[in-house]
């Protein structure tokens, strides 16, 4: 009887010492930034949206988890509860087809999926909102495999300034300091952007993943994106779509700077546009598709590629 209660006590202690560590781990863990942006990158207040995307995204999971522990907790109580005893006879009493349980099934999980998706509307209405007077339009090209962003810019004296600048496709060789080889995309600080979205050739995605957003780039269609960097800083930019061969190295860096430095590398770039007269497409290029043909009809000398 002595070793049975002793046995007995030592699991109680485990259980406890177990229950007591993982509240810890909890607890201690919940404090941390990392944790409380749910492992986002970027912190709440890298773009305007940062915030309500990183609630949206860690409230979810507070809620899935919620629903979670309902669910194991339940399935654990009836594996312990409703076990086989030692001199159980036969099936247990057989609870199938009960109308009212399964209704409570089919209802509850509905609303759950209309909660979530509630909130998901409304941050993404928020988020996608358009915004007409955005000083700032840049038209992001992607192409294979680079980038070209054109920018439109106006000044607070009423100024526009247009200028753009050509990305050539990153060289991924393994050398050091490729990263500064790769095409830049500057943003103003605390001014908003309106992204236009193209594409010259197939489908890519323009994505900088500490700004939380990502959007296609299709041919013969513009999207839109709108947003306000609010914080000073080196990003990091990539294609999120395969498009091909070399879809890994089209990358590009993302510098969000002062006003001022902004308006001095717009001048320090081309000035003008590059647009669709570039584009690959034969769709909305029609001159395009003409050279394209030239071009494969033209015997090729061998060697290049
Ligand atoms: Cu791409």
Same mark, same amino acid.
């Given at each position: 009887m002595r070793a049975q209660n002793d046995a007995g006590r030592r699991t109680r202690r485990r259980w406890t010492a177990g229950a007591v560590g993982t509240t810890a781990l909890l607890v201690l863990t919940g404090c941390s930034a990392e944790v409380q942006r749910g492992?986002?990158? &970027? #912190?709440? /207040? #890298? #773009?305007?949206?940062n915030a309500q995307l990183t609630d949206l995204w860690v409230n979810s999971w507070i809620a899935a988890l919620v629903v979670g522990l309902l669910a194991w907790g339940a399935m654990i109580w009836c594996m312990v509860a409703y076990r086989r005893r030692k001199n159980d006879q036969g099936f247990p009493k057989q609870t199938a087809y009960n109308v009212p349980l399964e209704t409570m099934f089919t209802i509850i999980p509905i609303l759950m999926v209309f909660t979530l998706w509630g909130f998901t509307d409304r941050v993404q209405t928020e988020v996608d909102r *358009?915004?007409?007077?955005? *000083?700032l339009t840049v038209t992001v090209y992607g192409k294979q495999w680079s980038w070209d962003f054109n920018y439109s810019y106006e000044q607070e004296n009423g100024e526009v300034v247009e200028a753009h600048y050509s990305g050539i496709q990153a060289q991924l060789d393994g050398s050091e300091g490729v990263r500064d080889t790769l095409p830049v995309l500057y943003l103003p600080k605390d001014v908003p952007v309106h992204f236009e979205l193209k594409s010259r050739d197939v489908a890519h995605s323009f994505w900088i993943p500490q700004f939380l957003q990502k959007r296609d780039l299709i041919p013969g269609k513009t999207n839109h994106l709108y947003l306000t960097p609010q914080e000073l800083g080196s990003y990091d930019g990539k294609c999120a779509?395969?498009? &091909? /061969?070399f879809h890994s190295e089209m990358l590009f860096n993302v510098e969000v700077v002062d006003e001022a430095e902004f308006v001095q590398r717009l001048e320090e770039m081309e000035p003008g546009q590059v647009g669709d007269e570039y584009s690959r497409n034969p769709n909305n290029n029609p001159d395009g598709a003409g050279t394209m043909e030239r071009d494969l009809q033209t015997p090729r000398g061998g060697g290049s590629h």
């Open positions: 492992w986002y990158p &970027g #912190t709440r /207040e #890298t #773009t305007n949206h *358009p915004v007409d007077d955005s *000083p779509e395969l498009c &091909g /061969e």
